[in-house]
């Protein structure tokens, strides 16, 4: 494995841990601040509804309909929703912080996957050659016999002009997988899709001391 790529990846995934992590405390924080927020809206409503109908009250005197607030407590309502009022300019604007931070952390981490993706496609060239090497120290001369039985059993020439000597590697390439893969893939005749390969790749690469 190329060490240098190998602690890049490694680099690159604690990189996109802690952004994901950071992502989510700081969605826990939008979550928070845009609840207290509209805590603080329902009361300022409920405050002014109650305040209205006292002042209806007041403005419209009726023995079914006396006021329920004292002085002292209308005073009171009507500063609380005064001091929820006043917070809400601060709360709106860290509000408006943290969005902003959060699109520069999902930013961020979207630039990482791409690093990531482009360290693992480097691994995966690495790997494919030293599959090659691997395959060819342990089973060169089988492959050989494979290769040259399945020209034989064809009975098909090369050609003479780069067309047919194209057509018939192409052909020959095509029969030789044929033959080869099913057995190594468990008998099935199809061979594995992106998100499988990629899966396997992966496993190989996080596999590695």
Known sequence: MNQEKYTQYLEHKEKILILNNSISDRNIEIQKTTNIINENKSLIADIKAKLAIED?????????????????????????????????????????YLNRSLSILQFDLS??????????????????????????????????KLVNAIIAV??????FNLGEKEAFKVATYSLICEQLLPPIFSGKNELPDLHEANQYITAIIEATE
């Open 154 to 159: 064809e009975r098909k020439s090369k050609g």
């Open 56 to 96: 209806r009250a007041v403005e419209n005197p009726s023995r079914l309909r006396p006021p329920a607030l004292s002085a002292e407590q209308y005073l009171a309502h009507k500063g609380n929703a005064e001091r929820f009022e006043s917070e809400l300019p601060e709360l709106n604007e860290s509000l408006d």
């Open 111 to 144: 630039s990482a996957q791409r690093e990531l993706d482009h360290i693992k496609d480097h691994l995966a060239v690495y790997l494919v050659r030293q599959s090659i090497d691997e395959l060819v120290a342990v089973a060169s001369e089988p492959i050989k």
